[in-house]
Each structure stands twice: as C-alpha cells, then as structure tokens.
C-alpha cells in the first residue's frame, strides 16, 4: 500500500472510531432530606446531587424532571387526554374527559423549586412544565463530577395515575416520581421527553434517602432501610424515635437504581422472607379482606426469582418490595407499586410477574422506555408469559398462544399502529397496549420460531450478560441475536417493529399421488418468514419439514418442538411454494402450517387441511 492511500486509510478508520465512540453511561448520587406534612399532604426536600459527566461532551446545560406538574388542569398530560377522548388511556378519563381536569385547586400537583447551585453556584433555570432547563454557572467538562445542591417543596397530587394521595384502595400516599430527577444524557442527546403519561427513563443512581414522617405511618420503598429497629412495621422490637413534632424518621439507602420509589399508610403490613440465593423480599400492603390472597404469595414468588434468575439472568439487587400502591402495576428500583385487590393468586401473581419482570427488562437491562416501549413492555410481557406458564401450567400448545391469539384478533379492528412509535405519541390507547406489550413480546416469540427456542434461550443469556447494569439498545439485542444464530435478522426487525405489515401464509393446494403428496403453498401477507410445515401421519406421528427463508441466509438447525427436515429456502419475492412429502393419501390424517402455533399468522383458516 502507498504511503499517500495508507495515511487515507487510517484517517478513515479513526473517523469511523470517534462516530461510533466507546461505550459510556452517565452516574448520580442522590442524598435527599424530606419532611412530610401528612394532613396537608405537602412536603419540603433538599438535596444534593453528585454528577459524573462521563460522556466525551461538555454539557453547558443540564435537564431535570418534575413530573408531578403534569398532574393539574390544562397540563399537557391533561391536552392530550382530553385530545384523544375515549381513544386514550381510560384510567385517566371518565366517559371520554380527562380526570385532571377536575383536579381541585389544593390538590394539584407541583415542584416548587426555590433555587439550585452548582458547586454553590446559584443558577438560573426555567420550568417547562415537566422539564426544568438548567443553566450552568461552569461547563462540566468530560469525564469530571460536579455537584449540584437544591431545595424545593411539593404538593402531593390527587391521585390520577400512578402517583398521589388517598388513591381509590385508600393508600394516602403513592411516592413516585416525586423528586426533581436528573434527566439521562448519552449518544442521543438528553432524555427529555414531555411527562404524558406513560414511560420514563434516567441514568443509574445510589440513594441516600432520609424522609421525616408522622410515626403512626409505614413506609414501603425500592431499597434497604437502614433503621428498622425505629420505625413502624419492620421489627416487632422497634423503638419508634420521634422528634419534637412526633414524627419518625427513616433511612433508605440503594446502589445503582433508576429511581428512588416509596409508599406511606397507616395501615400498612410488612411481610418478608429470603428467596434462596436472593433477595429478600417484602411484601407491604394493607391487611383486609380484598388482600387476602397476598398470604399466599410467598411460595410462588419464591419460585418467581428463581425461574426468572436462571433463565433471564440474575437479579443483583439485595432486596425487592412488592408494595400496594393502589393503582394497576408500575415498576421502580427494587419495588413495583400494584393494586391490592385480587380475586386469586393466580391474578395477584400475573401482576406481580409482569412488574417484577421489569427489574431486568427496564431496570437492569436499562433500555429508554420512552423511545423503545417495546423492548421494555414486550421483553418484560415475554418473561411474563414465560413464567406464568411454569407457575401455572395450562393446556396450551406454547406459553404464549394466548397472546398470539390476541394479536390476530386485534389485527382485525385496522386500527394497529407500528411499534416504532415513541411511547407517548401512540394515538390510541389500545394500539400502544398492542405495539409495545404484545408486538414487544411477539417479536421474541418469532424469533424463537425463527432460530429455534435454544437460540433465542442463548441470546437473552448473552443480552443479560452482556449489557445488564447498562443501557442497551434494539440494535444491541439485534447484534447478539445474529452472533448466536449466525442469521440475518434486520429484515425481520424493519417489518415487525417499523412496519404494521402482517404475515399470512396458507395451503393452496393438496394433490394426493400414488406414492407421495404434493403440497402448495402460499403466502399472501407482507412479512416474509420461514415455514414449519409440520404432517400428521395416520398413526398419529409428527413430522415437520423447515422450509427457511432465503434472507436468512442461515437454516434453523434444532428447535425444542421437535426434529424436522430441512428443505431448499423460500425466496422471499416468490409467492407460492411447492413441496412433495413422501406419504399417500391414507398414510396421512392432518397437513398443517405451524403446529407448535408460534407463528404470528393473521389467517390461520387456511393452515390446515384434514385428510378424509
């Protein structure tokens, strides 16, 4: 190589190297002092903030959140409620109006901030509703910390979503997202997406958490309290200290975690027992007869963590806290707030498996929620459905026939929208239930069908490995997949998550011969994948032939639904298929696409023919 081309080259290379850039996530510490004012249901915070800018950028400006102030009359949470009427989510409407609309005066939510410094630096800042834009009194340079000090006081909302007091299961206190909380920042700039409603993102923290209370109150939160012995619930010992206004306080401490959750009640519980090799979990709720089945919790969610710690990879926290919040399922570090009421465990235990499920596809394995809902809700409905099978085995072809089933029926109504969506842009609230939850978990479920179980087993091991304790991307999950099954699978990715194209294949033709049958296929829908055509013999045995899809490029080599073999690829630009088995008419009882039901087929009428 010439001296003048070799220079040329590297010049390239390093170019491509600093556009690609290594790795790197932003840190925080958080020490914060809350006094809470229970009968106002007020409180005032000051805290300080450590940040460590480990990005190759000077950030000149920095982000925080208020969510609390999207829940109040003519908020943007509120616009778009009302804007989308009976279309959007209903735990915020009623009979199509927007429940914040009516939010009294006196319980509107707000972050009053009185002023923030960096370094003791006073600065200046803006509010924009949900967002405050923070202007820097010193660049903080790359790979340094600076420290930011802050108080403020909140009104603790009338309880609409998630957060608030005094929610519909009596809970007087719901504590999430209730501090100003730094926004993330990395490759893609900062993270700071307008609270609507839905999903959140932030960078990975440790709390130190000292909150002042009426001692009459429990508290359940995402963490290690540090001070059971003097507080309400933890230690039936306890000596309840109380200062001169007869309140009591609690310390929460927790490492590396997104956010900083808690609850407060009066009639609080606090049940906890040791999964074996982790974690110790505690359950906090209030004791009546709409709770009872929480007492038979313990043995199920113990099976929970041990299922989830094998197959999806460890939970690395020490402890997890399933807390009545009073409002569906939200998960936070090291906590999920649920509802109480449950009719049998089995219902108790699907919330719990879902929300627990987001400890590794939200908290550990920290992808943004808010871009890619998908991978959070579809990957944390797949450990879901996973589970759920193992804790309460059904008669069902696979673990998530069920939602196969959904999806084809939902698929009918035209009104699907492309999972690519951001999180809070869907316009209609059942379409984001069905892009994000069921197309998240589907594309998993045919991935498995595509690669075969074992594989896909393997990548969510190395995903896990791999990108647990950071945030990973959809082209990062997609990286692995391709390593492990040594396919293509972008095309499959661009149709099911950017696309609302849909797979229908069917048996166009049967002709029965003297010594073999020849079978015709068909493919009618817009997504391409490959064929298990799987045979019934007449003495009932199965037989499956793999038809791969030439995009592949790689054929499927096993699959835990049975053995098969392999016939030559489908191009994907030719519409039918032809294939000869060598079995006569009265050797065969049933011809059929897809036995194990895996496949996302929208039509599955004619996937089967029954030989008479």
């Not at 509802?339 to 929300?355: N, P, V």
């Not at 589907?442 to 991935?447: A, E, I, N, R, S």
């Not at 008419?585 to 089967?608: H, P, T």
């Amino acid at each position: 190589m010439r001296k003048s081309a070799a220079i040329l080259f590297a010049f390239i290379i390093s170019q491509f190297q600093a556009q690609q850039g290594a790795y790197y996530q932003q840190a925080a510490k958080y020490k914060m002092d809350i006094d809470v004012n229970a009968e106002k249901f007020t409180y005032q915070g000051n805290q300080t903030l450590e940040y460590a800018n480990n990005s190759p950028d000077v950030l000149n400006v920095v982000y925080f959140h208020l969510y609390w102030n999207a829940f109040k009359p003519n908020s943007m949470m509120d616009q778009r409620v009302a804007g989308q009427g009976k279309n959007g989510d209903s735990r915020l409407q009623k009979d199509g109006v927007s429940r914040l609309a009516s939010i009294p005066k006196d319980q509107e939510g707000a972050q009053n901030i009185h002023w923030i410094k960096q370094n003791g630096k006073d600065l200046k800042f803006e509010i924009q509703e949900t967002i405050m834009k923070v202007y820097l009194a010193e660049p903080i340079q790359p790979n340094s910390t600076t420290t930011f000090t802050m108080d403020w006081d909140a009104v603790i909302p009338q309880q609409i979503r998630r957060s608030g007091r005094n929610n519909k299961e009596g809970v007087d206190m719901t504590m999430t997202q209730w501090y100003p909380k730094i926004a993330e920042y990395d490759y893609d700039g900062w993270a700071t997406f307008d609270y609507i409603g839905r999903e959140f993102h932030a960078p990975f923290s440790d709390f130190d958490v000292t909150i002042k209370i009426n001692k009459d109150y429990v508290i359940g939160a995402g963490g290690i309290l540090e001070n059971p012995a003097e507080v309400k619930g933890y230690d039936s010992t306890a000596n309840i200290k109380t200062d001169k206004s007869k309140k009591a306080t609690w310390k929460w401490s927790a490492k590396n975690i997104l956010d900083f959750a808690w609850s407060a009640d009066r009639d609080y519980v606090v049940k906890s027992f040791d999964v074996p090799e982790g974690p110790k979990v505690f359950l906090v709720y209030q004791n009546n007869d709409k709770t009872k089945v929480w007492e038979e919790a313990q043995p199920y969610v113990t099976k929970y963590f041990q299922i989830m710690n094998s197959h999806f990879g460890k939970y690395v926290y020490p402890t997890y806290a399933f807390i009545q919040g009073g409002d569906g399922g939200m998960e936070y570090g090291m906590c999920t707030m649920i509802l109480g009421e449950a009719k049998d465990i089995k219902g108790l235990m699907g919330l719990m498996a879902h929300e627990g499920a987001h400890s590794w596809y939200q908290q550990m394995l920290a992808t943004n929620e808010s871009v890619r809902p998908w991978m959070d809700e579809g990957f944390t409905s797949y450990a879901e459905g996973y589970l759920m099978y193992q804790l309460f085995p059904e008669e069902l072809p696979n673990p998530f026939a069920n939602t196969v089933n959904a999806y084809r029926n939902f698929v009918k109504k035209g009104i699907e929208e492309p999972a690519v969506w951001l999180g809070d842009h869907h316009d209609n609230g059942t379409s984001y239930t069905y892009a994000s939850y069921v197309k998240g978990e589907l594309y998993l479920v045919q991935l498995g069908y595509i690669m075969g179980e074992q594989n896909l087993a393997e990548t969510l091991k190395q995903y896990y490995d791999q990108w647990h304790m950071k945030h990973p991307s959809d082209r990062d999950f997609l990286h692995i997949a391709q390593k492990v099954s040594g396919m293509d699978l972008k095309w499959f990715q661009n149709y099911w998550i950017n696309t609302t194209k849909t797979i229908d294949y069917g048996i166009k033709d049967v002709k029965y011969e003297a010594k073999s049958t020849t079978i015709t296929l068909v493919n009618k829908g817009q997504v391409p994948m490959p064929i298990d055509f799987n045979v019934m013999t007449a003495d009932k045995k199965i037989v499956t032939y793999q038809i791969p899809l030439n995009m592949t490029h790689t054929w499927k080599e096993k699959d835990i639904y049975g053995d098969f073999k392999t016939m030559p690829y489908w191009p994907w630009t030719q519409k039918e298929y032809t294939l000869t088995i060598p079995y006569t008419k009265a050797q065969l009882s049933v011809l059929g696409i897809d036995f194990s039901q895996r496949m996302a087929d929208v039509n599955i009428e004619d996937n089967v023919v029954e030989v008479k």
